[in-house]
């Protein structure tokens, strides 16, 4: 209803299994990311570009919409009461919001150990510090790392608590679309999934497209998906009103 | 897992009771024993830990879940930093469950959550960033505020995804226990929640007990 499927990019390009990436996205836009053999996992945080502090609440953004899962409808709340981006398509029907991001120990003990000067750059990079390199890039650190979201992956939990990684959750061609509803950094990496059971490093990359979103109607699907989520776009319009009038007196 | 504990109230060496919508910030060290004691039950205790060495290393949510396999924490979880590294085990609990996925109450996310006119409730966030304003020889701001424990919340996941908020399984003189493996900063808001049946409306006291290494 929402897709934007079928129009043409503004802008795409390949990210490589094994990277990293950031882009500051503009409200309006949506990104789309592709799944091209099944088998990625794409690690994301988000950062407000004007305030750094404000950033992807995990807590927030499940407790509001009472979800452990994330999948179309969803928002992706800040930690100020707004929403960085909503999920407008998910061909997977389950974004993992809590396996958090390999470090380098954990890529070791799974996959083991690949030096650069051998390997070159099929090195096993981990999650981790790959989001360090990109927080580096905008003076953040450790400190400011949140708990990310992994689209392409599934991990569930039985009625004891118990997790699960679900293998071959998404297929090839997957796509999920996420519309921008005020300016955000978006941090991410394509390093594998830190429960991901595969005997070899998974190493799978992503094609990413920014389009140009349909304005918001009042009917919207994410909008409308939880009374909650009508008070998170209220939040960020006045929010987005504020912002984007002070940018134009200092024009 | 109900576990009790074998330790005696008069023997800790440190007691203090914090009344509803107050924090606690206070170093823990390595081999002492934390005890969160729900005085009058239902409530929350909105906990974070930091590493007295380097604050950069903190509670980790993601970590602590995914390596003990599971999403709940009771007795026997270890409790792990974003460096994977184990800050502190859960040593006793008479509840069998808390919450790590739910995070604390704060202006900002009641607007969200109950109405866009409740911003000027008192929320635990609140609680956490008066805190650090307040004991600035931890160094901490805003960016140290992350994704936190809720000790005595009852937070069960569907096997379908969602989440859902239970009647607490916490009640008067119910309490949880925790041994630190580090030098910790313990940084708690005993939650001020007056929007949800959580606590029934009625915000109390927990008290924080804390026994030396034996």
Known sequence: ?251 | MIKESDLQAEQASQREVVPAGDYYMRELKAGQTLRILDLEGNQAADTLFYSAADPSERYSAMDTIREQGNVYLTAGTKLLSNLGRVMLTITADTCGRHDTLGGACATESNTVRYSLDKKCMHACRDSWLLAVAENEQYGLTKRDITHNINFFMNVPITAAGGLTFEDGISGAGKYVEMRAEMDVIVLMSNCPQLNNPCNGYNPTPVEMLIWDAA
């Open chain 1, 1 to 251: 209803m929402n897709s934007t499927i079928s129009q043409e990019p503004i802008y795409q390009e390949v990210i490589n299994g094994a990277a990293h990436w950031s882009v500051t996205v503009p409200a309006g836009k949506t990104l789309r990311f592709t799944n091209p053999e099944g088998a990625s996992n794409v690690s994301l945080l988000f950062y407000n570009p004007k305030d750094l502090l404000e950033r992807y609440n995990a807590p927030d953004t499940l407790k509001c919409q009472h979800t452990f899962k994330l999948t179309k409808g969803n928002c992706l709340y800040s930690d100020m009461g707004r929403v960085f981006c909503s999920i407008t398509r998910d061909d997977t029907g389950w974004i993992d919001s809590v396996g958090g991001l390999a470090n380098k120990q954990k890529v070791a003990e799974k996959w083991g150990e690949r030096s650069y000067q051998t390997q070159g750059n099929l090195w096993l990079q981990n999650g981790y510090d790959a989001m360090l390199v990109e927080l580096a890039k905008y003076g953040l650190g450790k400190r400011d790392m949140a708990a990310n979201i992994n689209l392409f992956s599934k991990v569930a939990a039985d009625a004891e608590g118990n997790l699960q990684f679900e293998q071959n959750a998404s297929k090839a061609g997957d796509v999920i679309e996420l519309r921008f509803e005020m300016d955000t950094l978006v941090l991410m990496t394509t390093c594998p999934h830190p429960m991901n059971p595969a005997s070899e490093y998974p190493n799978h990359g992503v094609e990413v497209a920014m389009l140009e979103a349909d304005p918001v109607s009042e009917d919207d699907y994410c909008r409308n998906f939880r009374p909650e989520n009508g008070r998170g776009f209220e939040n960020t319009e006045r929010y987005r009103c504020v912002s984007q009038a002070s940018t134009c007196c200092e024009a």
